[in-house]
Nanobody, 117 residues
């Protein structure tokens, strides 16, 4: 059984920063991919960023966050982070952590990020 626990969401003013964390526990292969999705009210869930456990942590980003968000991970802790800078009201959403490992996919429970003045 794999569990993902997210933390770090909250309310921030436009232009501010937040850092999300997602800790994975359970049966996790060394080779895996972790990432962040988000879902705004009335919209479909969309990919924000993903990072591999190999190749030095190869990362990919959605165009809307490139240059503002940075994904990173600590393989020893099976934890992935999302540093979000220059936040905009359009970034308001529930952010979900996702793990791909051993042919299966797992989701976290989600953490709310609200960008508002």
């Amino acid at each position: 059984q794999v569990q993902l626990v997210e933390s770090g969401g909250g309310l921030v003013q436009p232009g501010g920063s937040l850092r999300l964390s997602c800790a994975a526990s359970g049966s996790i292969w060394r080779i895996n991919v972790m990432g962040w999705y988000r879902q705004a009210p009335g919209k479909q869930r969309e990919l924000v960023a993903v990072i591999t456990s190999t190749d030095g942590g190869s990362a990919n980003y959605a165009g809307s966050v490139k240059g503002r968000f940075t994904i990173s991970r600590d393989n020893a802790k099976n934890t992935v982070y999302l540093q979000m800078n220059s936040l905009e009201p359009e970034d308001t959403a529930v952010y979900y952590c996702k793990l791909w490992t051993a042919g299966s996919e797992y989701w976290g429970q989600g953490t709310q990020v609200t960008v508002s003045s």
